[in-house]
């Protein structure tokens, strides 16, 4: 299935953590924290300002990103389990 997000909508595939420590110890499934860092997947077309202007995303698809612990909508597309979140959730882009 192809999705397409809505305006200022950011679609974002989780990027795994690290399985060890850095002491070299495995965390176990249960206790790991949900990563803040993601791939988008897709972008939406864009906001619209005041005068009814397209405002332009400053992200796009491919683009790894940080974003806040509880930002964004789960969602299960295909049966992998993506996030759907507005771009303002989005703290900045990795290099």
């Known amino acids: 299935m192809k ?3 809505l305006h200022d909508r950011v679609l ?3 990027l795994e953590g690290d399985e060890k420590t850095a002491g070299g110890l495995i965390i176990p499934d249960s206790a790991k924290e949900k990563p803040s860092e993601g791939e988008v997947i897709s972008v939406g077309a864009g906001a619209r ?3 009814g202007e397209r405002i332009s ?3 796009k698809a491919g683009d790894k990103i940080l974003f806040g612990k509880w ?3 789960e969602i299960k597309i295909d049966g ?3 996030l759907i979140m507005k771009e ?3 703290l900045g882009l990795l290099a």
């Open 71 to 73: 930002s964004g909508t």
């Open 49 to 51: 300002d005041e005068d």
């Open 3 to 5: 999705f397409t997000p």
């Open 88 to 90: 303002s959730d989005i």
């Open 12 to 14: 974002v595939r989780r």
């Open 57 to 59: 995303m400053d992200v």
């Open 80 to 82: 992998e389990d993506l």
